[in-house]
């Protein structure tokens, strides 16, 4: 559990518009139509951009754009949509428009586009030499504790944080963590030392509390880009109108968070909370692409058994070397 910087969490929240009204401007040559003080491209459109083509599965409800490898699930009103069957969370909420399906222009560019098309994100490739991995809270920081069967996030998370360090070692990768031990390290420290190590990569291990008992699952945060809003926020504040540091990463961040979450999603089984936005302290100030994984609920007594197991979090560690695989992979091609 991290504690989030800006407002409360509206879990899962998917704003719900209703129909586009008022005078609007027809779409500008480029394609961009300014909704709800938004601009907004046409989903089709891009699609057809990417390749893919168009069928509804729900007429005027829900669109699907698909070739044979790749199949995004746009729905009018959602903030999230399924791409090849993993929940990810848009800035903006897909809208009906035009008789078609229209997304945000930040969403296309640092969302859909790079993990549609990798070979698109303009600049350099990012190296991948140096992992630094995170553990989450520390020493007098307990993160989350389920008190019934008495586990405490901190171990947790630095146990999956070494079990994945002997992983990304092995397989030749030189590895830091922020803390090897029970101490607390502020949280500005943490992407501050992986600029010093010069780290290509930063993975910090969470896990997850809430009141109520029966929420469960796994989620993989990104920062959130300019201009948007974070994941759990119902309304734009003023601070998203500030680029962050790590904010010129964005278009590889969605490339990495992407595949993480889909290895987390296919090894561990668990319910597909979504790849999601937030300014975390953590995350804000990265001089290299990186993410936050908030692996199950320590809160849901029957997920926090499973936690609790050395083969899950083996498990857990496992699925992150493999997020970081796939992550190179796509690295590779592009060289
Ligand atoms: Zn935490």
């Not at 996030?153 to 360090?165: G, I, P, Q, Y």
């Not at 668990?270 to 990186?290: I, Q, Y």
Request: charged share 25%; with cysteine.
């Amino acid at each position: 559990m991290l504690r989030v910087l800006l407002g409360r969490w509206v879990v899962g929240c998917a704003l719900l518009l209703g129909p586009v009204t008022g005078a609007l401007a027809a779409p500008s040559p480029s394609g961009v139509v300014r909704l709800y003080d938004t601009e907004y491209v046409s989903a089709a459109e891009f699609g057809a951009q990417a390749g893919l083509k168009r069928l509804w599965l729900v007429p005027q409800k829900k669109l699907l754009l698909a070739d044979k490898t790749r199949r995004l699930e746009l729905e009018v009103d959602s903030r999230d949509f399924l791409f090849n069957g993993r929940r990810v969370f848009l800035g903006e909420p897909a809208v009906a428009y035009r008789n078609t399906i229209y997304i945000s222009r930040i969403d296309r560019d640092r969302l859909l586009r790079p993990i549609l098309d990798p070979r698109m994100i303009p600049g350099p490739v990012p190296g991948l030499r140096t992992v630094v991995i995170d553990p989450g809270h520390g020493g007098k920081d307990d993160g989350a504790v389920n008190p019934r069967l008495k586990l405490k996030e901190k171990e947790a998370t630095l146990d999956v944080a070494l079990r994945l360090e002997r992983l990304l070692k092995a397989a030749g990768y030189r590895v830091l963590l922020t803390r090897r031990k029970d101490s607390f390290v502020p949280l500005p420290l943490r992407p501050a030392f992986a600029k010093s190590e010069k780290a290509d990569l930063f993975i910090s291990i969470h896990f997850n509390a809430n009141e109520t008992r029966t929420v469960v699952g796994t989620e993989t945060y990104l920062l959130t880009p300019q201009h948007q809003r974070s994941t759990g926020s119902d309304r734009r504040m003023p601070d998203d109108a500030f680029p962050q540091p790590g904010n010129v990463r964005d278009a590889w961040n969605a490339v990495l968070g992407f595949k993480m979450h889909n290895a987390l999603m296919g090894e561990l089984q668990t319910f597909d909370r979504g790849l999601k936005r937030a300014r975390f302290a953590v995350l804000r100030d990265l001089a290299c692409p990186g993410l936050l994984v908030e692996g199950g609920y320590l809160s849901n007594d029957t997920e926090a058994r499973k936690i609790a197991t050395p083969e899950w979090r083996q498990r857990l560690a496992e699925s992150l070397a493999e997020g970081v695989a796939d992550y190179r992979a796509v690295l590779a091609a592009r060289r």
